[in-house]
């Protein structure tokens, strides 16, 4: 199979830079797939104005390829069908989560092209094993079925840590488009912005921010080196976040602030650094890093539910709620940052969803 370009409309998008938010997973009490409520999160990221959405993530939650549950495809499948009902008139990136083994990433690269899916968010996690050299031939592998939006996962929700000379490696293989950084450090962050600014490549490869505790920083940052005695200069452009699964409308806002800040010479910095803060306390609560992000997915579900976006925040795991202590930081984060969140945005929208009423 002849791997799938990128389309130019799409390509210029992600390179502009977009609100990408990591989908999540909508369950009844029964903890059954909730299509009605699935489609609602679907429409709403679109209606917030979001630049696309990425499916089967970890935000969707992994558990949905056991076999046992098996909603992978129908999570892919919903969210291609309301985006196609939705008959935008602009461009809107679909990107599908990509995990396991080798074979495994390449059929649900094979999947995600089925439904119209532009990019493949290929995680390296679960592969502690492998060596760098094959990890690589994997990406290789997939990067020949489907565009690839590369992933640097944490370690501390199953990721592992990286060599610089692999990112190096990974920037120079042709149909990788983007990378998702979020390693949730400095040093390892770096070490992808400089290997993409060392490949011939680099001016292919769209950086995005996955790093949900520096997420305002991370896009007003400026990285520069010297390659072969000349200056390059890359940064992240947008987000591709768990974190902007909430609050969305406001993640869009807040994006189209740091573009004008970077655009109208840092005009408004200390204000979006002071932002920074507000924004990484936040996702401490819905995060849940005091237990080592146990209570992640959770966090996200209960905000969700508050805004009534959702009806529960159950997960397809019964031993994942919130973790002790994280409803009152959520309460806390909602009432020291009001102008973070977009619930008037959504109550006004959900007036007008009767589909969820």
């Known amino acids: 199979m002849n791997a799938t370009s990128l389309r130019p409309d799409i390509q210029a998008l992600l390179h502009e830079g977009t609100v990408i938010p990591a989908h999540p997973l909508a369950l009844n009490a029964s903890r059954r797939f909730d299509e009605k409520r699935q489609r609602g999160l679907t429409r709403y990221y679109i209606a917030g104005g979001a630049g696309g959405v990425a499916v089967g993530v970890h935000t969707t939650q992994f558990e949905i390829r056991d076999p046992r549950i ?8 919903t969210a291609a069908d309301e985006i196609a009902e939705a008959a935008l008139n602009r461009p809107f990136i679909k ?31 679960g592969l502690q094993g492998w060596t760098e050299a094959a990890i690589l031939d994997r990406v290789r592998a997939v990067a020949g079925v489907i565009p690839v939006f590369g992933f640097y996962l944490q370690p501390s929700v199953g990721g592992r840590i990286f060599s610089y000379e692999f990112w190096k490696e990974f920037a120079d293989i042709p149909n990788i488009h983007a990378i998702k950084v979020a390693s949730f450090n400095r040093y390892q962050t770096l070490d992808v912005v400089r290997a993409v600014c060392h490949s011939s490549r680099r001016d292919e ?42 609050w969305t409308r406001k993640a869009v806002e807040l994006l189209a602030e740091i573009k004008a800040c970077r655009a109208g010479g840092h005009t408004g910095l200390a204000e979006l650094l002071v932002r920074n803060v507000e924004v ?11 237990h080592a992000f146990h209570g992640c997915i959770a966090g996200l579900h209960e905000v969700l539910r508050r805004q009534g976006l959702l009806e529960g925040r159950w997960c397809l795991n019964p031993a994942e709620d919130l973790s002790p202590g994280q409803m009152e930081e959520i309460d806390r984060v909602y ?3 009001p102008h973070l969140n977009d619930d008037a945005f959504v109550k006004q929208w959900l007036t007008q969803e009767t589909v969820l009423l």
């Open 280 to 290: 990484t306390d936040s996702n401490a609560a819905f995060f849940d890093p005091g």
């Open 95 to 125: 990107v599908a989560g990509l995990v396991g083994p080798t074979e495994q990433a390449l059929n649900e690269a094979r999947l995600a092209l089925r439904y119209g899916y532009n990019l493949g968010l290929l995680s390296m996690g």
């Open 335 to 337: 009432a020291a940052y």
């Open 205 to 246: 490869i769209a950086l995005y921010t996955g790093n949900d505790d520096n997420i305002v920083a991370d896009l007003l940052t400026t990285y520069r080196f010297a390659v072969d005695g000349r200056t390059v200069e890359k940064s992240f452009v947008g987000g591709l976040l768990g974190h902007w699964a909430v």
């Open 70 to 77: 098996n909603l992978y495809e129908t999570v892919l499948k």
